[in-house]
């Protein structure tokens, strides 16, 4: 079946920066709308990126300037490049995907979800 599979989260201080990294497994035809959303203890999980297949983006107000979403479609891969990372920041990181999967009897759609990666900003 369809996954995704994140990785690179991890302990920056503030300033500094990461990059989160979701591949897509399975067999995909095509990847629509991309995203990446996060959660904090306590707090509801907020979008934060989102690319389209055209390449079209779009950020939170939080992160506007700070994180850049992209994806290299040849690979089946997204990124979350995040700099300048505040401790307001700090939150599980999970990557979604609208995604087109098939076989040779049929077509279908996924809406996945990874396994999310722990994002840490603390002195």
């Known amino acids: 079946q369809v996954q995704l599979v994140e990785s690179g989260g991890g302990l920056v201080q503030p300033g500094g920066s990461l990059r989160l990294s979701c591949a897509a497994s399975?067999?995909?035809?095509?990847?629509?709308?991309n995203s990446w959303y996060r959660q904090a203890p306590g707090k509801q999980r907020e979008l934060v990126a989102t690319?389209?297949?055209?390449?079209?983006?779009n950020y939170a107000d939080s992160v506007k300037g700070r994180f850049t979403i992209s994806r290299d479609n040849a690979k089946n891969t997204m990124y979350l490049q995040m700099n300048s990372l505040k401790p307001e920041d700090t939150s599980v990181y999970y990557c979604?995907?609208?995604?087109?999967?098939?076989?040779?009897?049929?077509?279908?759609?996924?809406?996945?979800w990874g396994q999310g990666t722990q994002v840490t900003v603390s002195s």
């Open positions: 979604y995907a609208e995604m087109v999967a098939g076989d040779p009897k049929r077509v279908w759609t996924e809406y996945c």
């Open positions: 690319i389209t297949s055209g390449g079209s983006t």
């Open positions: 399975g067999r995909i035809l095509n990847i629509n709308t």
